[in-house]
């Protein structure tokens, strides 16, 4: 089994942000979905228009500006993921030189443009990937505080980005995991087969030095198969989900449910079975299934448990899930075929299947 943690040679210490562009007129509809998770807008950006909303340790960044690389994006992909950032102990120029000289790919686009002043290289679907310096106490600088608002609000008790979930073409997988292992040590840790009734797809878990920074990777052969849907509504590779980690999932998503946020759907034959599948859990079940909670728990020993649930599409094909870990650090592997299957039975009521 792979450990947790290994050799970290640039430090990497958790991620930092994400940044999401929206096209012109969409940015009323993104911030409003993001409040609805108990995000809190705390301030803008001096110059740009930019909003940064944050809740716990988490920073999410709305793009709107014009003339941008986020409204370039945005024109391509629509509503999206444009960026992320990822927090090293290292200094950045350190960073970047060992990235660049280990087959990291700089970005040709407008500079000025940047959400924050940091280093990029080129992520996934030719996105941002911010090398962030974590002891920049001056990363947002140049983000004016909204006058009165809690700059450190709590929300719905999320507390930090647990993982990002990357969407491949067919035969990208290997290229990918190669390329976050030479650039920063990424080791896989799960691998996946998973097929629904209709569709399926391999995910390969890859996950950093420190054991918090983990990028799942999806792909499919499977033309109708949700990875390739996304495929075509994204037009291209990107981010599919953003996992959201919480400490008392009952609660964030019965605060969510009351805003109006939509999550997938579980069939009820799924909560009649949890106790075999999770003996002694010692959840309550009848709340599990009033919220269509997922329960999963390790192989070996049934006892260290992880709680999730997945929301209906929120930015173009992009979701988030929302996960409290009680001792499990895998990725609810018990769990993908229910949420593959949710995920198709979605697909059939739209028609894609």
């Known amino acids: ?49 930019i909003t940064l909303f944050r809740q716990g340790g988490i ?37 970047l030189a060992h990235v660049i000289a280990n087959g990291g790919e700089a970005m040709d686009f407008k500079a000025e443009t940047k959400a924050v002043d940091a280093p990029v290289i080129k992520g996934i679907g030719d996105c941002m990937l911010y090398l962030i310096d974590s002891n920049n106490d001056a990363l947002y600088a140049d983000f004016v505080a909204f ?14 980005i647990d993982h990002l979930t990357h969407n ?48 799942p990777l999806n792909e499919s052969s499977d033309e109708k198969s949700q990875i390739n849907e996304y495929l075509r509504d994204y037009k291209g590779e990107g981010i599919q989900h953003i996992a959201l980690f919480t400490n008392n999932i009952y609660e964030s998503i019965e605060a969510m449910h009351a805003k109006g946020v939509k999550f997938l759907d579980t069939p009820d034959t799924y909560f009649d079975v949890i106790d075999v599948r999770v003996p002694n859990h010692g959840e309550d079940v009848e ?50 075929q229910a949420l593959f299957e949710s995920i198709e039975r979605d697909q059939m009521k739209r028609g894609v299947l």
């Open 1 to 49: 089994m792979v450990p947790t943690t290994f050799d970290n040679p640039m430090g990497i210490a958790g991620f930092e942000f994400v940044e999401f562009a929206a096209p012109k007129g969409e940015g009323a509809r993104m911030r409003e979905y993001l409040e609805g998770m108990g995000f809190t807008a705390i301030g803008k950006h001096a110059t740009r228009d």
């Open 59 to 95: 920073n999410f960044l709305l793009n709107e500006t014009q003339d941008s690389f986020a409204s370039d994006f945005a024109e391509k992909h629509g509503p999206s993921a444009c960026g992320f950032a990822v927090n090293f102990n290292q200094p950045t120029e350190t960073v």
């Open 147 to 160: 006058e009165g608002v809690d700059t450190q609000p709590k929300g719905f008790g999320l507390t930090f």
């Open 168 to 215: 491949l073409f067919l035969g990208n997988m290997q290229k990918w995991s190669d390329y976050y292992e030479k650039l920063f040590n990424f080791r896989e840790i799960r691998y996946f087969d998973i097929k629904g009734s209709k569709t399926g797809l391999l995910s390969k878990a890859m996950t950093a030095p420190d054991g918090v920074v983990r990028i």
């Open 287 to 336: 709340r599990l299934r009033k919220n269509s909670i997922l329960i999963d728990a390790d192989m070996e020993t049934k006892q260290r448990k992880l709680l999730q649930i997945f929301t209906q599409n929120a930015f173009g094909p992009i979701f988030f899930e929302i996960i409290q870990r009680k001792g499990n650090e895998g990725f609810g592997e018990g769990n993908f």
